[in-house]
Nanobody, 123 residues
Framework: QVQLVESGGGLVQAGGSLRLSCVAS????????MGWFRQAPGKEREFVGA????????HYADSVKGRFTISRDGAKNTVYLQINSLKPDDTAVYYC????????????????WGQGTQVIVSS
């Protein structure tokens, strides 16, 4: 059974940092892209960025470039989302997802999803 489990969310003050984690299990993701998405209250889900599982290539949405960094630890089957200089607008549920091949955007077939982790940024 494929599972993606996010963790690391919480309540943080504006200007702070968080590192979210996503642990993958249940299959081999060696040819998959791992993506991060977020959904703020009352808004549509937004693509944040993605990383190739084996090669380390990354792609970010323009809205988060410079503040968000995605990395992965193959030995731990874990993908990370480092968020710096947090803003109240970053408040959302953050999801990790997996898509076959290189998938640098929301238009690609992300078929595996985690349950999400809540990030709340106070001003």
């Amino acid at each position: 059974q494929v599972q993606l489990v996010e963790s690391g969310g919480g309540l943080v003050q504006a200007g702070g940092s968080l590192r979210l984690s996503c642990v993958a299990s249940g299959r081999t993701f060696s040819r998959y892209t791992m993506g991060w998405f977020r959904q703020a209250p009352g808004k549509e889900r937004e693509f944040v960025g993605a990383i190739s599982w084996s090669g380390g290539s990354t792609h970010y949405a323009d809205s988060v470039k410079g503040r968000f960094t995605i990395s992965r630890d193959g030995a731990k089957n874990t993908v990370y989302l480092q968020i710096n200089s947090l803003k109240p607008d970053d408040t959302a549920v953050y999801y990790c997802a997996a898509a076959p091949g290189w998938a640098p955007g929301p238009q690609y077939p992300y078929g595996y999803w985690g349950q999400g982790t809540q990030v709340i940024v106070s001003s």
